[in-house]
């Protein structure tokens, strides 16, 4: 399905009586935070408090308007703007100073903000700033070891509990009576995730030494994909959006 995924998100948030409503993911770099708060708001008060968001640094909706992935200090500056912007209606970004009216409509004054992420930095960014972190660097136990362990970190370097940051583990999956077939097509989605997790180098990211020559290669080959392909990525029946 393709469309808008706010207009959608505002339709479903009318009419959806216990489901989170949300966006999986946005970026910080195509939406200024006081209009991502001017829209947290009132979904959150539609689905009586069951709002929820997910950021990411940004892919195919920053790469094919010729952008750049935002940095973590400007996650991490955005995400702090959009919270202050609920919760008081004012807050700056990046300097500039940023205001929201309607603000009370959200139903709490913190609206859920997680944290898609991969990379040892980022997972450490969402200990500190997020409410939550989904990360995509795999399902091996030492590896689901090594990422709790890193959101952890970064919660701690804050001040704050580990546990206030909740972990959460995306995977691609494909299914089909034939074995064979459900591999084939799982191919594009796992080398998707390849290139969000590897384009920026494999230190530290539990690659197994027999893969790494092949790895910058197929990131290459994703990266270039990615600038014309628009990849979907679902939580809950949400598609990708910009």
Known sequence: MGGDAYVRATLIAQTAK?????????????????????????????SEGRAFLDIGSGDSAVYNIGLVPASRVRMADYVT??????????????????RVRWHREAVRGRIPITLCAEGPKTLHLGGRVFDGVIAGTGLLPEVISDTIARVAAGARAAGRN???????????????????????????????????????????????????????????????????????AIRGGWPNSV
């Open 162 to 232: 580990p546990s206030d940051a909740e972990v959460w583990f995306t995977t691609r999956s494909s299914l089909d009576a034939d074995r064979d077939k459900a591999n084939e097509r799982i191919h594009a989605s796992v080398s998707s995730i390849l290139n969000h997790s590897m384009r920026f180098g494999l230190d530290n990211k539990n690659v197994p030494t027999q893969f790494r020559p092949r790895s910058p290669r197929m990131s290459r080959v994703m990266s270039f994909a990615t600038t014309y392909c628009r990849p979907a």
């Open 18 to 46: 216990n489901a989170q409503v949300g966006i999986h993911p946005t970026n910080s770099l195509t939406r200024e935070p006081q209009i991502m708060a001017a829209f947290m708001a009132p979904i959150d008060a539609m």
């Open 81 to 98: 703007c959009v919270r202050d912007l609920i919760a008081t209606g004012e807050s700056t970004y990046d300097g500039r100073p940023q």
